[in-house]
Each structure stands twice: as structure tokens, then as C-alpha cells.
């Protein structure tokens, strides 16, 4: 290998070890929900074309996001290769089971194969959609306020369409309860009459 060729490849694996321990140490904080400043990028995608995005299912079926725009929706991007990514599904699945009654949804699209997608539901038991987005989904992630097209990336997607919340990096299950507790509040209280 020239020493060119050395010097870019040292480059890049530092690259790699600084991207690695950035994550390990949890990597960005939070972004704050709507209506705040998120300091991420826009989001070009209109609430219509959001609900008609479709991924395939493990079975090839095709999914339209748009079947759950009733619901608060958790969309979760995520990869088998990514390490971070397979430590916070389990923390995912649980909080999907304890929400599912509160007109909350869990979707994950993984950026993967249909393979490794279904194998890895059956092995952790993921019990909410896990839909095959592919890498062909990363310009998707951009378009919905994640430039970096890294994983993890979570969004929190009100009934009315709007994004309400969104995360790059991962989230542990207190982290999730946090904000679909303050999501969930803000909702019923905007719901309530005024006092006039």
C-alpha cells in the first residue's frame, strides 16, 4: 500500500473510533419537540407524502405508513449492523407493549434486507411492524429532518401529521417514556375547553 493510501486509511479508521466512542458516550442529546428550536435539519417532506411512503414487510407485503395516521406514531430507522440500534430495540418493544392502549405506534424501518430484518424480529421478539426501508430509504431520512442519514434515527409523528419529535442517536426505555408522556399530555391538553 502506498503511503498515501496508508494515510487515508489511518484517517478513516480514527474517523471510524471517534464516530464509535461519540455513540458509546450517548452520543447527541435529544432533540426538543415541536414548536421548539431542533437545530436538526428541515423536513421537506409534506404530511401527504410522509403517510404515502410504503415499505415491504417481512412477507413482501407492502405497508403504507398512512393506515396508522390515526395514532401517535414512533418511526424508528435502524439497521442489524448497527450496534446502538440492537441495543434500544428491546427498550422499543417494551414501551410499544405498554402504549399500544394509549393510541400509540411503534414502526421500525430497517435499513437492511428482508433477511435480517425477520430474523432479527423473531430472535428479540419484536412484536410491532418491522418494515424493509433499505438503504434506498436514506434520502427519505434526510427528507425528515436527518442530513447525517445516521442511525438511529426516531421521529415521534402526531395524528395530525405533523412531526413532533425527533432523535439521532439512541434511546433507552426512560427516555421514551419521557417523551411519549410529554407528547401524549400536551395532546390531551390541547384537546380540553379553555376556560373562557
Same mark, same amino acid.
Given at each position: 500500500? $502506498?503511503?498515501?493510501?496508508?494515510?487515508?486509511? %489511518?484517517?478513516?479508521?480514527?474517523?471510524?473510533?471517534?464516530? /464509535?466512542?461519540?455513540?458509546? /458516550?450517548?452520543?447527541?442529546?435529544?432533540?426538543?419537540? /415541536?414548536?421548539?428550536?431542533?437545530?436538526?435539519?428541515? %423536513?421537506?417532506?409534506?404530511?401527504?407524502?410522509?403517510? /404515502?411512503?410504503?415499505?415491504?414487510?417481512?412477507?413482501?407485503?407492502?405497508?403504507?405508513?398512512?393506515?396508522?395516521?390515526?395514532?401517535?406514531?414512533? %418511526?424508528?430507522?435502524?439497521?442489524?449492523?448497527?450496534?446502538?440500534?440492537?441495543?434500544?430495540?428491546?427498550?422499543?418493544? @417494551? #414501551?410499544?407493549?405498554?402504549? @399500544?392502549?394509549?393510541?400509540?405506534?411503534? #414502526?421500525?424501518?430497517?435499513?437492511?434486507?428482508?433477511?435480517? %430484518? $425477520?430474523?432479527?424480529?423473531?430472535?428479540?421478539? #419484536?412484536?410491532?411492524?418491522?418494515? #424493509? @426501508?433499505?438503504?434506498?430509504?436514506?434520502?427519505?431520512? $434526510?427528507?425528515?429532518?436527518?442530513?447525517?442519514?445516521?442511525?438511529?434515527?426516531?421521529?415521534?409523528?402526531?395524528?395530525?401529521?405533523?412531526?413532533?419529535?425527533?432523535?439521532?442517536?439512541?434511546?433507552?426505555?426512560?427516555?421514551?417514556?419521557?417523551?411519549?408522556?410529554?407528547?401524549?399530555?400536551?395532546?390531551?391538553? @390541547?384537546?380540553?375547553?379553555?376556560?373562557?
Amino acid at each position: 500500500m $502506498s503511503t498515501w493510501g496508508r494515510r487515508v486509511f %489511518v484517517l478513516a479508521l480514527l474517523a471510524a473510533a471517534g464516530l /464509535a466512542g461519540w455513540f458509546a /458516550a450517548g452520543g447527541p442529546p435529544p432533540l426538543p419537540l /415541536a414548536g421548539e428550536d431542533t437545530g436538526g435539519g428541515d %423536513v421537506t417532506l409534506s404530511v401527504d407524502q410522509f403517510y /404515502a411512503l410504503s415499505f415491504a414487510d417481512s412477507d413482501g407485503n407492502r405497508q403504507r405508513l398512512g393506515q396508522w395516521r390515526d395514532k401517535l406514531l414512533v %418511526v424508528n430507522f435502524w439497521a442489524t449492523w448497527c450496534p446502538p440500534c440492537r441495543k434500544e430495540i428491546p427498550d422499543f418493544v @417494551a #414501551v410499544s407493549r405498554e402504549y @399500544a392502549d394509549r393510541g400509540v405506534q411503534f #414502526v421500525g424501518l430497517g435499513i437492511d434486507n428482508a433477511y435480517n %430484518v $425477520s430474523r432479527f424480529a423473531d430472535e428479540q421478539q #419484536v412484536d410491532y411492524p418491522l418494515l #424493509v @426501508a433499505g438503504a434506498g430509504s436514506l434520502p427519505i431520512m $434526510s427528507a425528515l429532518g436527518n442530513p447525517a442519514m445516521a442511525l438511529p434515527y426516531t421521529l415521534v409523528v402526531g395524528a395530525g401529521g405533523e412531526i413532533r419529535y425527533t432523535r439521532l442517536g439512541p434511546m433507552d426505555r426512560d427516555a421514551l417514556r419521557n417523551t411519549l408522556d410529554r407528547l401524549l399530555s400536551r395532546a390531551t391538553g @390541547a384537546s380540553k375547553p379553555q376556560p373562557g
